[in-house]
Nanobody, 125 residues
Framework: QVQLVESGGGLVQPGGSLRLSCANS????????LGWFRQAPGKEREGVGS???????YYADFLQGRFTISRDNAKGMVYLQMNNLKPEDTAIYYC???????????????????WGQGTQVTISS
């Protein structure tokens, strides 16, 4: 059974940074794609970015280069580095994986089968 656990969330002032972590019970290369998503209160879950098993990354246009996905294969960890955070980045952040291409695209939640429990990120002064 695949288990994903997010960590690293917290309260940060606008303009600050956070690094979220996603621990995967399987090896880092044990999936086709890993995605990061977020869901703010009253809003739909939206895709932030993704990383392929081969290392290629893809990001949502609205991020304007503020977020970066990386991974440590030896530790089986995937990271979401978030810089220049804004109040509108406040949300619960999730990581998710899928074992094969579903055709839904890298930022569509329907493309993923396995989800973590999420970690809260709050941006406020």
């Amino acid at each position: 059974q695949v288990q994903l656990v997010e960590s690293g969330g917290g309260l940060v002032q606008p303009g600050g940074s956070l690094r979220l972590s996603c621990a995967n019970s399987r090896s880092t290369l044990g999936y086709y794609r890993l995605g990061w998503f977020r869901q703010a209160p009253g809003k739909e879950r939206e895709g932030v970015g993704s990383i392929m098993s081969g290392g290629g990354t893809y990001y949502a246009d609205f991020l304007q280069g503020r977020f970066t996905i990386s991974r440590d294969n030896a530790k089986g960890m995937v990271y979401l580095q978030m810089n220049n955070l804004k109040p509108e980045d406040t949300a619960i952040y999730y990581c998710a994986t899928v074992d094969f291409e579903t055709g839904w695209g890298p930022l569509n939640a329907r493309a993923y089968d396995y989800w973590g429990q999420g970690t809260q990120v709050t941006i406020s002064s």
